[in-house]
């Protein structure tokens, strides 16, 4: 933890567009794939960061440019290089913590996200950034690791039959937004499931226990609501008249239908929020009324035992000169006198629906 505040302290003091990685430490290989498509061609190539790499920037179709690995900054530095990316936009691609975010660069648009993750035995939502560089024909993608949710997508690149046709990389950029969020909904719709079960053990079941998930839950979507709750915003930018260059007139029903993902993502993060606060208020319900119920029986058997109590205290006192205690029935009648209290006072009790 030391080593990764003191990576984040390292651009402290520097000047804006100073490309420092300030990420965990990261030993993995930096690894590049190139994918060449049009209509009736698809050709992929592979690199790493030790190769010589080449790209066919003179392919009159399209291009997407996927590197997995954030952390080597002189690879980074040299492929912005490459491509005429400003020193600004390779430092958001290489703070792992940027925040959701979409920047219209003059040539290129610059897409920051965040792609989840729901582990399912523990239910922890883990996250990475992905930066997207929309410039001309080009789509390149910038991730933290060698995961993404685009296998079918570059599936449906593979097969000529699912091949975007005359769609170009402004599509592409589409797709991919797509898809994390409509990735986002699949998670939501697991954690709106969890708070379903956690909802039903907290009526019936309570227990300290619960408590915990819960605080983790609202943890979880708070986490949630921070990636998501900027999506609205950002689809309505791509909406705008500034991004027609880089998002035609023909996008803008896909685009529209994006907006209506994005705005269903927000509206549930805001639902989800909203029933873990009501779940705490539930648990603190459930045990209150659990106590009350408890409560409720002492209070009744305290009730019940108390003329007990008085008579066998009244009988106890060693008084000389007790007439019932010479007589050869008083014990008898003593006990039959308790025990149809007992069963009045049970009666009475049921009668007034108190137990």
Same mark, same amino acid.
């Given at each position: 933890?030391?080593?990764?505040?003191?990576?984040?302290?390292?651009?402290?003091?520097?000047?804006?567009?100073?490309?420092?990685?300030?990420?965990?430490?990261?030993?993995?290989?930096?690894?590049?794939?190139?994918?060449?498509?049009?209509?009736?061609?698809?050709?992929?190539?592979?690199?790493?960061?030790?190769?010589?790499?080449?790209?066919?920037?003179?392919?009159?179709?399209?291009?997407w440019i996927n590197i997995d690995g954030i952390h080597n900054t002189d690879l980074i530095k040299k492929i912005g290089v490459m491509f005429n990316i400003d020193n600004l936009s390779?430092?958001?691609?290489?703070?792992?913590?940027?925040?959701?975010?979409?920047?219209?660069?003059?040539?290129?648009?610059?897409?920051?996200?965040?792609?989840?993750?729901?582990?399912?035995?523990?239910?922890?939502?883990?996250?990475?950034?992905?930066?997207?560089?929309?410039?001309?024909?080009?789509?390149?993608?910038?991730?933290?690791?060698?995961?993404?949710?685009?296998?079918?997508?570059?599936?449906?690149?593979?097969?000529?039959?699912?091949?975007?046709?005359?769609?170009?990389?402004?599509?592409?950029?589409?797709?991919?937004?797509?898809?994390?969020?409509?990735?986002?909904?699949?998670?939501?719709?697991?954690? $709106? @499931? /969890?708070?379903?079960?956690?909802?039903?053990?907290? *009526?019936?079941?309570?227990?300290?226990?619960?408590?915990?998930? &819960? +605080?983790?839950?609202?943890?979880?979507?708070?986490?949630?609501?921070?990636?998501?709750?900027?999506?609205?915003?950002?689809?309505?930018?791509?909406?705008?008249?500034n991004m027609l260059h880089y998002f035609p007139e023909e996008m803008k029903y896909y685009l529209s239908d994006l907006s209506d993902h994005s705005i269903i993502a927000f509206d549930?993060?805001?639902?989800?929020?909203?029933?873990?606060?009501?779940?705490?208020?539930?648990?603190?319900?459930?045990?209150?009324?659990?106590?009350?119920?408890?409560?409720?029986?002492?209070?009744?058997?305290?009730?019940?035992?108390?003329?007990?109590?008085?008579?066998?205290?009244?009988?106890?006192?060693?008084?000389?000169?007790?007439? $019932? @205690? /010479?007589?050869?029935?008083?014990?008898?009648?003593? *006990?039959?006198?308790?025990?149809?209290?007992?069963?009045?006072? &049970? +009666?009475?009790?049921?009668?007034?629906?108190?137990?």
């Amino acid at each position: 933890m030391a080593e990764f505040t003191s990576l984040k302290n390292r651009k402290l003091g520097l000047p804006p567009g100073s490309v420092i990685y300030t990420g965990e430490p990261d030993n993995e290989v930096v690894n590049i794939s190139v994918i060449y498509y049009q209509k009736n061609f698809y050709k992929k190539e592979t690199f790493t960061e030790n190769d010589t790499i080449n790209f066919n920037l003179d392919f009159d179709g399209d291009i997407w440019i996927n590197i997995d690995g954030i952390h080597n900054t002189d690879l980074i530095k040299k492929i912005g290089v490459m491509f005429n990316i400003d020193n600004l936009s390779l430092e958001d691609i290489v703070n792992p913590e940027q925040r959701v975010k979409i920047d219209d660069r003059g040539t290129y648009i610059q897409i920051v996200l965040k792609m989840l993750s729901l582990e399912l035995l523990t239910k922890e939502i883990n996250y990475e950034q992905i930066s997207i560089i929309l410039k001309d024909n080009i789509l390149m993608t910038f991730q933290e690791t060698p995961f993404d949710i685009f296998d079918d997508i570059r599936h449906r690149i593979e097969s000529p039959k699912t091949r975007f046709g005359t769609h170009d990389s402004s599509y592409l950029a589409y797709m991919l937004i797509d898809t994390i969020v409509d990735n986002y909904l699949l998670i939501l719709d697991e954690v $709106e @499931l /969890e708070i379903d079960e956690m909802e039903t053990k907290i *009526i019936h079941e309570p227990s300290q226990e619960d408590l915990h998930n &819960i +605080i983790s839950f609202k943890q979880n979507i708070s986490l949630l609501k921070r990636f998501i709750s900027p999506i609205r915003e950002l689809v309505a930018k791509l909406q705008t008249r500034n991004m027609l260059h880089y998002f035609p007139e023909e996008m803008k029903y896909y685009l529209s239908d994006l907006s209506d993902h994005s705005i269903i993502a927000f509206d549930t993060v805001e639902m989800l929020n909203n029933r873990t606060t009501e779940l705490i208020q539930l648990y603190h319900s459930t045990l209150s009324n659990t106590m009350n119920e408890v409560m409720k029986i002492l209070a009744i058997i305290s009730t019940i035992f108390m003329p007990l109590t008085f008579i066998s205290g009244l009988y106890g006192m060693n008084f000389h000169y007790m007439p $019932e @205690l /010479e007589w050869r029935y008083g014990y008898f009648f003593v *006990i039959g006198t308790m025990i149809t209290l007992v069963v009045c006072m &049970i +009666i009475y009790f049921k009668k007034k629906k108190w137990i």
